[in-house]
């Protein structure tokens, strides 16, 4: 084989342990084809680039030190499935991804990315373009993977984020709800909540009741914890919110002043038990960072497989981690689809067995 042609692109959120899973699809390559047999184009800022032709040829020494360097060096941007399928602009985006892909020769193309990208790439792979997807979020929300790099490292901060917090509740005897990154699914949450020791954990999954809440806040503050860590997702609700649909949910909100669960639940908490009561949003420090051992491990692992799938001519795919073993799913099996936590996964029992309120 001579002259394979591999592009990349990384679209969507970033993440800690995109550079490494790069890396990895580099370092496979190379070894699998020969280093001359093998020629990286990078598209900066994903399918935006794609879109726009912005490409740059990538030398190994690009891949230098990258291993353990959060975010990615190709930058990358959110461009919704919507908007990259209208016309409305003028410009027909399916059309222009494809004539880059022609443009820049490549035989096969990489999409690091969550459910977004991951839409696209089976878009483009059903338009006749080799592609092959990598899993990255620290939501963990992709279906058909145990796990996606970017969600431990993620987890490791949250949880310090929480550790932090408990020692200055503490102190003050103040209730602190930390807002943890994930607006549609909450494994994050969940994970860091427990790792770090929250005393209740709020998720999308299990709308909540403010009354719950409020009961446990009590029952600590009766057992002499004046202090309560609450881990609340992003995207949390409550059981009569989970009724209406998302757009209607975010309006009411809008109206009511008061726009994110986690200000919600402060106040109400406050009002009800008369223990001052902060938020602390964390936000996308959530996201940066050098990715953890487990991530670069990950990554390098996912990364790496790409190389076989190529040697394979095994395309519209995307890598997975099922049952502790590296291997792919079908592109069309999964685009569209999220994975939520299921009502039923072992890591709410070990909440539950721990004493820990779900708010339901
Ligand atoms: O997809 C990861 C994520 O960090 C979500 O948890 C969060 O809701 C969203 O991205 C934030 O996106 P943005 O960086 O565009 O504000």
Redesign the pocket.
């Known amino acids: 084989m001579s002259g394979l042609r591999i592009g990349m692109l990384t679209s ?2 970033d ?1 800690p342990g995109l550079n490494a899973a790069m890396r990895g699809a580099m370092k496979a390559c190379v070894e699998k084809f020969g280093e001359k047999n093998v020629e990286i184009v990078g598209i900066k800022n994903g399918y935006y680039g794609l879109i726009n032709n912005q490409a740059k040829e990538m030398k190994r020494s690009d891949f230098s030190g990258i291993l353990t360097v959060g975010g990615t060096i190709l930058g990358t941007k ?1 461009q919704s499935f919507k908007m990259l399928t209208s016309t409305e602009d003028g410009v027909d985006k399916i059309k222009a991804m494809k004539n880059t892909y022609k443009d820049l020769k490549l035989d096969c193309l990489i999409t690091l990315g ?1 459910n977004g990208t991951h839409k696209t790439a089976n878009l483009l792979s059903e338009e006749g373009l080799n592609i092959i997807g990598l899993p990255k ?3 963990n929300d992709i279906f058909m993977t145990d796990v996606t790099f970017g969600f431990h490292t993620a987890v490791n901060t949250a949880t310090d984020v929480i550790d932090r917090l408990h020692t200055t509740a503490a102190s003050h005897s103040r209730v602190i709800v930390a807002e943890i ?3 549609k699914t909450g494994w ?1 949450t969940l994970y860091s909540g427990i790792a770090g020791g929250a005393d209740v954990i709020i998720i999308p999954e299990c709308p909540y009741e403010i009354k719950k809440i409020i009961e446990a806040v009590r029952a600590r503050a009766s057992r002499g914890r004046g202090f309560s860590i609450i881990a609340v997702a ?2 949390a609700f409550d059981k009569d919110e989970a009724k209406l649909k998302r757009k209607d949910r975010l309006r009411q909100r809008e109206e009511s002043g008061i726009k994110t669960a986690s200000e919600r639940i402060a106040a109400e908490v406050e009002r009800e038990t008369g223990i001052e009561s902060r938020v602390c949003v964390p936000g ?1 420090m ?2 940066g960072g050098s990715p953890s051992a487990y991530d670069r491990f990950l990554a390098s692992s996912m990364g790496a497989r790409t190389a076989k799938l190529i040697e394979d001519g095994n395309f519209g795919v995307s890598v997975a981690m099922v049952n502790d073993r590296i291997t792919e799913n079908k592109l069309s099996d999964i685009a569209g689809i999220s994975k939520p936590v299921p009502v039923d996964h072992q890591a709410l029992k070990t909440a539950k067995q721990l004493g820990i309120s779900l708010g339901i």
């Open positions: 969507g959120g993440c959110r969550g979020t620290i939501d990154m994930g607006n994050l992003e995207g996308h959530l996201r």
